[in-house]
Nanobody, 125 residues
Framework: VQLVESGGGLVQPGGSLRLSCVAS????????MGWFRQAPGKEREFVAA??????????YYGDSVKGRFTISNNMAENALWLQMNSLKPDDTAVYYC?????????????????WGQGTQVTVSS
C-alpha cells in the first residue's frame, strides 16, 4: 500500500487546513487509516483514525484535537482527509497518513504498517 499526503502549509493561529491522503496498491488489506503527527524532538503522536469499512467507519481522536479536527474518508476513491480547525501553534508538526490492521492498537503506531512521506503543518503568526 502506498500513501501520498498533501495539503500542509503555513497558517495563522485560529486558522484551518485540510490534509488529504490517497492510497493505492493492496488497499483491501487495510482495516484502519489514520493520521499521526511528529514535532521536532517529540515522539510520533496519534491524531485521528477511521476504520476502513463500507458500512461506515468508527472514528477515533486524540485528546488534544477533539472538537477541532475531523477525519473523513471515501473508500471508493481510497481517499482520507483531515479537516483541522482552530489551529494552535502546538499543532505544528509533520503530519503522516497511515494505514494498517489497527485492532487493539488503533491509537498506536504499532497498529499501522504503511506510512506516507509526511506533510509539514506550521501554525504561526
Amino acid at each position: 500500500v502506498q500513501l501520498v499526503e498533501s495539503g500542509g502549509g503555513l497558517v495563522q493561529p485560529g486558522g484551518s487546513l485540510r490534509l488529504s491522503c490517497v492510497a493505492s496498491g493492496r488497499t483491501f488489506s487495510v482495516a484502519v487509516m489514520g493520521w499521526f503527527r511528529q514535532a521536532p524532538g517529540k515522539e510520533r503522536e496519534f491524531v485521528a483514525a477511521v476504520t476502513w469499512t463500507w458500512s461506515g467507519g468508527a472514528t477515533y481522536y486524540g485528546d488534544s484535537v477533539k472538537g477541532r479536527f475531523t477525519i473523513s474518508n471515501n473508500m471508493a476513491e481510497n481517499a482520507l482527509w483531515l479537516q483541522m480547525n482552530s489551529l494552535k501553534p502546538d499543532d505544528t508538526a509533520v503530519y503522516y497518513c497511515a494505514a494498517g490492521t489497527g485492532g487493539d492498537m488503533v491509537l498506536s503506531v504499532l497498529g499501522y504498517t504503511y506510512w506516507g512521506q509526511g506533510t509539514q503543518v506550521t501554525v504561526s503568526s
